[in-house]
């Protein structure tokens, strides 16, 4: 059974900073490619980063590009993700998805999801 636990979520104050963090637990976890996806009230899940296992390429969504930041580390199946002049539109749940996705960017071809965590801007 393979599982995935998102924690560092909280609020901040528009311009502030959070990072956040996704662990892949399980004996058999192996994936090719872990994402950060994000859902406001009533919008749909939206495309945050996501970055390749095996060769490190990265992809951000255009609203978070040159704030965000996503990192790995593959020895502790960890996902960092540094969000930095965070903004109010940021505010959302933030989940955390891996697999072998056909495309990065796309929610329904990832495997596993994480139970997500809430990231509150305030203005």
């Known amino acids: 059974q393979v599982h995935l636990v998102e924690t560092g979520g909280g609020s901040v104050q528009a311009g502030g900073s959070l990072r956040l963090s996704c662990t892949g637990h399980g004996r058999a976890f192996s994936t090719h490619a872990m994402g950060w996806f994000r859902q406001a009230p009533g919008k749909e899940r939206e495309f945050v980063a996501a970055?390749?296992?095996?060769?490190?390429?990265?992809e951000y969504g255009d609203s978070v590009k040159g704030r965000f930041t996503i990192s790995r580390d593959n020895a502790k199946n960890m996902l960092p993700l540094q969000m930095n002049s965070l903004k109010p539109e940021d505010t959302a749940v933030y989940y955390c998805?891996?697999?072998?996705?056909?495309?990065?960017?796309?929610?329904?071809?990832?495997?596993?999801w994480g139970q997500g965590t809430q990231v509150t801007v305030s203005s």
């Open positions: 998805a891996a697999g072998w996705p056909s495309d990065k960017t796309v929610e329904s071809t990832y495997t596993y």
């Open positions: 970055i390749s296992w095996t060769d490190g390429s990265i």
